[in-house]
C-alpha cells in the first residue's frame, strides 16, 4: 500500500518569502507523484506532477518540486510567494501500474501573511 | 473544452436519508473517480468507473454506490446516511489510458444532520 506524508500542517510565511512544502511517500512499486492546490471552498488544481525524466519539475504559478528517490520525498518550493498563494496544498501519490486512486496527504495551509 | 462539473454544490441531509450526487466528465474523457474530503483531511478515493462498470475500489461500504451513463457522466448515491458522511465530494475525470492523471470539479458539500 502507499502512503503519503506531508510534514507540515500549517506553514506561515511573509509575502515575497520563500516558501518549501515537505512531502515524504511511502510505496513498494513504482508511482508518480503531484502537487494539488485546493483554494477555499474550491476542488482541486494541480500544480505539477512527476512522471519521469528530469527530477525538477515546474508547475504553474511559480511552483517547482524535486524528486528525491533515495529520500522517497517529493518537496514543494517557491522562491516568492505571494498573497493569493494561500490555500491548502496536497501532496499526492498514484501506481504506475493499474493507476486507479490517488493517494492524498494530510495537506499543509500556506498562509501568507503581509 | 468544458472542465468537470458537480452538482449539487451544497445540500443539507438528515440521517438516514439517501442523497444523489452528480458529475460531468471533462470533454473526451471516459473514466470517473470519487473521492470524499472530510474536513481537515485529505481527499479519500470512494471508487473509479470506466466503461460504466466500477473499475476500482477503496475503503468504504457498500452503501456507497455509483453508476456512469454512456456519455461518462457519474452519479454517486449514498444510502442510509450517517452523520460522518457530511463531506465534500470531489469527482474526478480521466482517460483510461492515463488514469493517473485526474481533472477534479468543484465537488458537492454535503451536510448530514
Known amino acids: 500500500a502507499q502512503s503519503v506524508t506531508q510534514l507540515d500542517s500549517q506553514v506561515p510565511v511573509f509575502e515575497e518569502a520563500p516558501v518549501e512544502l515537505r512531502c515524504n511517500y511511502s510505496s513498494s512499486v513504482s508511482v508518480y507523484l503531484f502537487w494539488y492546490v485546493q483554494y477555499p471552498n474550491q476542488g482541486l488544481q494541480l500544480l505539477l506532477k512527476y512522471l519521469s525524466g528530469s527530477t525538477l519539475v515546474k508547475g504553474i504559478n511559480g511552483f517547482e518540486a524535486e524528486f528525491n528517490k533515495s529520500q522517497t520525498s517529493f518537496h514543494l518550493r517557491k522562491p516568492s510567494v505571494h498573497i493569493s498563494d494561500t490555500a491548502e496544498y496536497f501532496c499526492?501519490?498514484?501506481?504506475?501500474?493499474?493507476?486507479?486512486?490517488?493517494?492524498f496527504g494530510q495537506g499543509t495551509r500556506l498562509t501568507i501573511n503581509p | 473544452e468544458t472542465g468537470v462539473t458537480q452538482s449539487p454544490t451544497h445540500l443539507i441531509k438528515t440521517r438516514g436519508q439517501q442523497v444523489t450526487l452528480r458529475c460531468s466528465s471533462q470533454s473526451g474523457h471516459n473514466t470517473v473517480s470519487w473521492y470524499q474530503q472530510a474536513l481537515g483531511q485529505g481527499p479519500q478515493f470512494i471508487f473509479q468507473y470506466y466503461r460504466e462498470e466500477e473499475n476500482g475500489r477503496g475503503n468504504f461500504p457498500p452503501r456507497f454506490s455509483g453508476l456512469q451513463f454512456p456519455n461518462y457522466s457519474s452519479e454517486l448515491n449514498v444510502n442510509a446516511l450517517e452523520l460522518d458522511d457530511s463531506a465534500l465530494y470531489l469527482c474526478?475525470?480521466?482517460?483510461?489510458?492515463?488514469?493517473?492523471?485526474?481533472?477534479f470539479g468543484p465537488g458537492t458539500r454535503l451536510t448530514v444532520t
Open positions: 499526492a501519490v498514484i501506481l504506475r501500474q493499474g493507476a486507479q486512486k490517488l493517494v
Open positions: 474526478a475525470s480521466s482517460l483510461r489510458d492515463s488514469s493517473y492523471e485526474q481533472y
